[in-house]
């Protein structure tokens, strides 16, 4: 399945991408912030989003929104160091379909995107 990952962090993006890659998703974006992942959206249409909330210029419950508004059918799992999880929620009522608290092992976030393709995921 392609995958976007949408991330200020690089060191998180990447960190996203190895965990994915190890499951066969193929990595076809890495955002920086929401405005950088409508674009790289439009343009390659992944199956599977990864999102983070905190980012500059547009953040990822707007980010959600707009996405979602493109294309319902995406699966989105939101990836936070919020330990506030009313913003998680937040987004689940949006439409994302599971979160994921950061820090998180390479293996973890592989095992939840395959988890998010078979239903939401909570934790």
Known sequence: MKLMIVDDSGVIRN???RGAAAKQFVIVGMARDGDEAL???REFQPEVVTMDLTMPRMDGIACIQALLAMSPATLILVVSA???KATAI???KLGAHGFLLKPFSDEKIGETLLELIRGAVHG
């Open 39 to 41: 674009t790289l959206f």
């Open 90 to 92: 937040e987004a689940l």
């Open 15 to 17: 960190k996203i991408a």
């Open 82 to 84: 919020l330990a506030d």
